[in-house]
Antibody, heavy 118, light 107 residues
Framework: EVQLVESGGGLVQPGGSLRLSCAASGFTFSSYWMSWVRQAPGKGLEWVANIKQDGSEKYYVDSVKGRFTISRDNAKNSLYLQMNSLRAEDTAVYYC???????????WGQGTLVTVSS | EIVLTQSPDFQSVTPKEKVTITCRASQSIGSSLHWYQQKPDQSPKLLIKYASQSISGVPSRFSGSGSGTDFTLTINSLEAEDAATYYCHQSSSLPFTFGQGTRLEIK
């Protein structure tokens, strides 16, 4: 059974940093593109970043470029999102997602809430 | 960036009714359009991939159609458990984008 379990969310002040993790199991992690998608409270879905199977390609939505870094450790079956210079508008539930062939999202984690507030 | 516009934003429907949700892309995306269902306090769930391909485990009352810029999600014989928000998503070009969502309320 495919499982994606996020952790690392919490309350952080504007300008602060946070690192999200996603533990993957039930599939060959190193064979898949992975993504982070976020959802602000009461709002719709927003794609944040993608990373290729070997980490050689990374793509970001413009609003997080230069502030967020997606990475992965295939030996640990883990996906990460380093978030720096956080803003109030980054407040959201962050989902880890599996993206076969960089197309649709076939599995989602349960999400982890990030709140940026003073 | 490709903008996806869904209609309607909200619909109140009765059980057994047929529901149609549309998604229009700001430029042609071929068949790179996917549909998700999100129930309150849950993660999204894949319903349809590549505009019309069914997903194992998803009830057959859900179907998709379209190509290019105009797409449709159809729910035949709506059930109470279908109360949710539905999103379309394009993977034709980066950045990936989602529609704003369509919330279905069951009367």
């Amino acid at each position: 059974e495919v499982q994606l379990v996020e952790s690392g969310g919490g309350l952080v002040q504007p300008g602060g940093s946070l690192r999200l993790s996603c533990a993957a199991s039930g599939f060959t992690f190193s064979s898949y593109w992975m993504s982070w998608v976020r959802q602000a409270p009461g709002k719709g879905l927003e794609w944040v970043a993608n990373i290729k199977q070997d980490g050689s390609e990374k793509y970001y939505v413009d609003s997080v470029k230069g502030r967020f870094t997606i990475s992965r450790d295939n030996a640990k079956n883990s996906l990460y999102l380093q978030m720096n210079s956080l803003r109030a508008e980054d407040t959201a539930v962050y989902y880890c997602a599996r993206v076969p062939f960089l197309t649709h999202i076939d599995y989602w984690g349960q999400g982890t809430l990030v709140t940026v507030s003073s | 960036e490709i903008v996806l516009t869904q209609s309607p934003d909200f619909q109140s429907v009765t059980p057994k009714e047929k529901v149609t949700i549309t998604c229009r892309a700001s430029q042609s995306i071929g068949s790179s359009l996917h549909w998700y269902q999100q129930k309150p306090d849950q993660s999204p769930k894949l319903l349809i991939k590549y505009a019309s391909q069914s997903i194992s485990g998803v009830p057959s009352r859900f179907s998709g159609s379209g190509s290019g810029t105009d797409f449709t999600l159809t729910i035949n014989s709506l059930e109470a458990e279908d109360a949710a928000t539905y999103y379309c998503h394009q993977s034709s070009s980066l950045p990936f984008t989602f529609g704003q969502g369509t919330r279905l309320e069951i009367k």
